[in-house]
């Protein structure tokens, strides 16, 4: 499965059907804040607009806030994650996922970039 991507650096991962998604942070993103050392992630059962904050990355460096690349309502969180927060920096794109989401709003993900253009925004 390919990867859509935010100007808010976070990605997107479709499912099969393209009405849910895994969600979490680029690579650029983790390259800028540094070590990970904490996750704060939504709870199960939130419903967030894209573009809104669903939780906070702290490292090292500097704490930011992440943002939904799509509108939907978390279904599921990466326990692993809140346990070992480094996931993070280890495997971004892969085990360090944040969320998983039921898409709402899939005309939010027109404005998404493949990783081409995103790549080129950087």
């Given at each position: ?35 990970i ?8 059962g ?32 990466n ?44």
């Open positions: 499965m390919s990867f859509l991507f935010s100007d808010d650096h976070t990605w997107l991962q479709l499912g099969e059907a393209g009405d849910t998604a895994i969600m979490g942070i680029t690579l650029h993103a983790q390259d800028t804040l540094g070590d050392v904490f996750v704060d992630l939504p709870a199960v939130q419903v967030f607009a894209a573009k809104a904050v669903a939780g906070v990355v702290e490292s090292v460096k500097a704490a930011a806030d992440f943002h939904m690349p799509a509108g939907g309502e978390i279904t599921e969180v326990e692993a994650l809140r346990a070992d927060p480094s996931l993070a920096n280890s495997d971004p794109l892969g085990q360090g996922w944040f969320v998983k989401v039921k898409l709402t709003q899939a005309n939010d993900l027109q404005a998404l970039l493949d990783e081409a253009a995103y790549q080129k925004s950087l």
